[in-house]
């Protein structure tokens, strides 16, 4: 059982994945909180925290993908998706994964090449902050990955199932 061990190691990497980036949105919600004292009620609004979170919700958006897709919730249009079988729905995914593959890997591919010329460049914000940019952009190659492995063992465990004739099982 090689193929069950390299899957759940894929849904074990997703799912601390999803995990850490959950702290991104704490701390988005508390520095957004800091800010509206800030502005508010003592009248100095701070430079810093809109672009931060801008940056910090981009690593959230990133490594997001592979948990949503490890649970499975990304959206279907259920209205129709629902009505079939599931041994249909196996192969409904089998042949839309054509689709996933090609947009996750130009996704990839992309903003790895954004990536590494914003690393190369050493690019950084036109605010006063002057604050990198590439970390931001590096994280978003790194998040398509993990959402293209994710979508990769469950097309694995469509096909498994279309094969054996019953629903793939998921760590």
């Known amino acids: 059982m090689g193929?069950?061990?390299?899957?759940?190691?894929?849904?074990?990497?997703?799912l601390?994945?999803?995990r850490i980036a959950s702290y991104a949105i704490l701390y988005i919600m508390l520095?957004?909180?800091?800010?509206?004292?800030?502005?508010?009620?003592?009248?100095?609004p701070t430079i810093w925290v809109y672009e931060l979170n801008a940056y910090v919700f981009c690593f959230y958006v990133a490594f997001a993908g592979g948990y949503v897709a490890l649970f499975n919730a990304h959206i279907n249009v259920e209205i129709i998706y629902d009505k079939f079988k599931p041994k249909n729905k196996r192969l409904i995914n089998v042949l839309?994964?054509?689709?996933?593959?090609?947009?996750?890997?130009?996704?990839?591919?992309?903003?790895?090449?954004?990536?590494w010329e914003s690393w190369e460049a050493k690019e950084e914000s036109f605010s006063l902050l002057a604050s990198p940019i590439y970390p931001s952009k590096i994280v978003i190659p790194i998040g398509a990955f993990l959402f293209f492995l994710q979508g990769t063992?469950?097309?694995?465990?469509?096909?498994?199932?279309?094969?054996?004739?019953?629903p793939a099982t998921k760590a």
């Not at 193929?3 to 997703?14: A, F, G, M, P, V």
């Not at 063992?153 to 019953?166: T, Y």
């Open 16 to 18: 601390w994945a999803g």
């Open 31 to 44: 520095t957004l909180c800091y800010e509206v004292v800030m502005r508010y009620i003592f009248n100095a």
């Open 153 to 166: 063992a469950k097309f694995i465990r469509d096909v498994i199932a279309l094969i054996q004739g019953e």
């Open 96 to 115: 839309t994964s054509v689709c996933f593959f090609t947009v996750m890997l130009t996704l990839i591919w992309k903003s790895g090449y954004a990536a």
């Open 3 to 14: 193929i069950e061990r390299y899957l759940k190691y894929i849904d074990k990497t997703n």
